[in-house]
């Protein structure tokens, strides 16, 4: 009788787990093992119940319009949060806490219109921010103090008319390389702050599609880049515009056309926080690199970090490669190069006491002994050529076994030739988009069109 009372027990107990681990996954979610998505499901708020142990919420296409004080406290283990296009004007205090380990946050297409320094207190390990596509007027100073880990930050498509620079420093965003501030509302930012960002900044410093007004600073600054050959500059030469005296019918691509600009003196060097030394190095395919981080520093507290161009960030105690090794002194070592390690390496050496940092960049090229350069044009024509050829073989010298078969026509000869040969590309109508950072899906705001990032 007591084992019978028992075994009940036993399968009560079990069918009260299984019914409460069912329902920490809302009916209106779908949960797959530490994602959950609650996307287009009509909601209002967060679901309350949800599983502790997910890595990545998706909160997309609903209806919340806040977000209160420990939302997301039961799920400690948090890393990526999605809640694009809702209708979040405000965040509470708190409204991240207990989620210190989220890595990606994005608030993208919302209706935000301030950006307050508490909204993202406690993420220390947060390292991409979207919060483009809003309509946000104010950014206070210190909205993103404490975001040490921060790597990329989106803030294009909205109205902001003025961006803390003087905020961002060496020593409390090491890591930021991205920073999207295109197409808003700046007519004159404060470009002295700007020259003093760090190296990485200014390489993913991203302002086209802004209302600037064209004076000897600003081009100067743009001088600067476009010398250095930074993709934020090269990859939106057309996007980027200034107006004369202010005025926006008096707009030109001051990076194509510079004669406004003749007067201005952009020789003198731009004086930077950070001392940066150049170098190229040349090897073959399978050779041994050694790359040094010799800066202007020194010290036995010096603290390395590497970007490379396909690994991305390279600490000595955070990479494991048995292809490439770090060392504490800051060497960079590549056992046996490929093609692929080719590309620009940037070192930076920071002294946490003196609160200094510098940074080397070395441009490794690595020559294939079997790489002969060509001509696409040509390849295409040659491609193009054979191709006809065998079509003609094909057409004309098949055996014809039939008494009803016929030659080939001429009409169908010249439409056989005409879909070898397409017609020309000045007959097809031009489509004209407006270019932004790592953008996918179309959005339109405030009656800009416009592309936003695709995670």
């Known amino acids: 009788m007591s084992r019978t009372r028992w075994c009940s027990g036993l399968f009560l107990l079990m069918l009260c787990l299984l019914r409460g681990s069912h329902q920490t996954c809302p009916p209106m979610c779908l949960c797959i093992s530490d994602t959950v998505s609650c996307s287009a499901s009509g909601l209002a708020r967060p679901p309350r119940s949800l599983p502790f142990f997910s890595v990545t919420l998706d909160l997309s296409y609903n209806h919340l319009s806040w977000l209160g004080s420990d939302g997301f406290s039961r799920m400690p283990r948090l890393e990526n949060l999605w809640m694009a296009r809702n209708q979040i004007r405000t ?23 301030v950006v307050e320094q508490h909204y993202f207190q406690g993420l220390w390990r947060l390292e991409e921010l979207r919060l483009f596509n809003n309509r946000i007027t104010q950014l206070e100073a210190s909205m993103l103090s404490g975001l040490s880990s921060l790597k990329k930050v989106y803030f294009s498509l909205n109205q902001i008319t003025h961006f803390p620079f003087f905020s961002i420093k060496d020593h409390s965003h090491p890591f930021l390389a991205m920073l999207d501030l295109s197409s808003n509302r700046m007519t004159r930012p404060p470009w002295e702050d700007v020259k003093a960002l760090p190296r990485l900044v200014q390489r993913g410093l991203y302002l086209h599609n802004n209302s600037l007004v064209c004076d000897c600073s600003m081009y100067s600054m743009f001088w600067h880049w476009s010398l250095r050959d930074y993709n934020s500059v090269k990859d939106f030469t057309n996007e980027h515009t200034c107006n004369i005296n202010g005025d926006p019918r008096a707009s030109i691509r001051f990076l194509r056309y510079n004669r406004f600009f003749h007067n201005c003196s952009v020789e003198k060097a731009i004086m930077q926080p950070v001392t940066v030394l150049l170098s190229d190095v040349e090897v073959s395919e399978g050779d041994r690199v050694r790359l ?16 490379s161009p396909n690994r991305g960030f390279i600490t000595p105690n955070g990479f494991n490669d048995s292809l490439i090794s770090m060392f504490f002194n800051g060497t960079l070592e590549v056992h046996a190069a490929t093609v692929n390690d080719s590309g620009l390496y940037l070192c930076t050496a920071v002294d946490a006491r003196q609160a200094l940092n510098a940074t080397r960049e070395v441009n490794v090229t690595v020559l294939s002994p079997l790489a002969e350069p060509f001509n696409t044009g040509y390849t295409t024509l040659l491609a193009s050529t054979v191709t006809l050829v065998l079509i003609l073989l094909y057409l004309f010298l098949t055996p014809c076994h039939c008494r009803s078969c016929k030659r080939p026509t001429a009409a169908y000869i010249h439409s056989t030739v005409s879909s070898v040969f397409p017609s020309s590309i000045k007959d097809q109508p031009k489509i004209e988009t407006l270019k932004q950072v790592a953008f996918i899906e179309s959005v339109i705001s405030d009656g800009k069109t416009g592309w936003i990032p695709q995670g």
């Open 91 to 113: 965040l509470r205090h708190g409204a991240f806490g207990n989620i210190s380990g989220l890595r990606l946050l994005d608030l993208s297409s919302n209706q935000l219109h």
């Open 292 to 307: 040094d981080c010799q800066t202007s520093l020194s010290g036995a507290d010096l603290s390395f970090t590497w970007l």
